[in-house]
Nanobody, 128 residues
Framework: QLQLVESGGGLVQSGGSLRLSCAAS????????IAWFRQAPGKEREGVAC????????YYADSVKGRFTISRANARKTVYLEMNSLKAEDTAVYYCAAGLPLNKFSTSWLRDFNYDYWGQGTQVTVSS
């Protein structure tokens, strides 16, 4: 059972930056597609960014394109979400998720049905 641990959330002013981290407690993330999702109060969960297991191809939601960057690091044991130019509307609980690449990697991987493993979430609050 893959266990994901997120860290890096917090309170930041509008226009600021945060970096979220996702790591597996006792394994590697090398074989998994990894994504970041977020859920704000009263809203549906939204796929923010995803990165392929094979060649690190990435896809982003339109709402974060150009501001957020997803990447692998630490011998592919960690996945980061670098968030810049943060806005109040980015406030949400952010979750990382992992899924085996059973289907072709495409923008459809921004949808949550692709993922079997989820972290506990980390709160990001952007003050305006």
């Amino acid at each position: 059972q893959l266990q994901l641990v997120e860290s890096g959330g917090g309170l930041v002013q509008s226009g600021g930056s945060l970096r979220l981290s996702c790591a597996a407690s006792d394994s590697t993330l090398d074989y998994y597609v990894i994504a970041w999702f977020r859920q704000a109060p009263g809203k549906e969960r939204e796929g923010v960014a995803c990165i392929s297991s094979r060649d690190d191809t990435t896809y982003y939601a339109d709402s974060v394109k150009g501001r957020f960057t997803i990447s692998r690091a630490n011998a592919r044991k960690t996945v980061y979400l670098e968030m810049n130019s943060l806005k109040a509307e980015d406030t949400a609980v952010y979750y990382c998720a992992a899924g085996l690449p059973l289907n072709k990697f495409s923008t459809s991987w921004l949808r949550d049905f692709n993922y079997d493993y989820w972290g506990q979430g980390t709160q990001v609050t952007v003050s305006s």
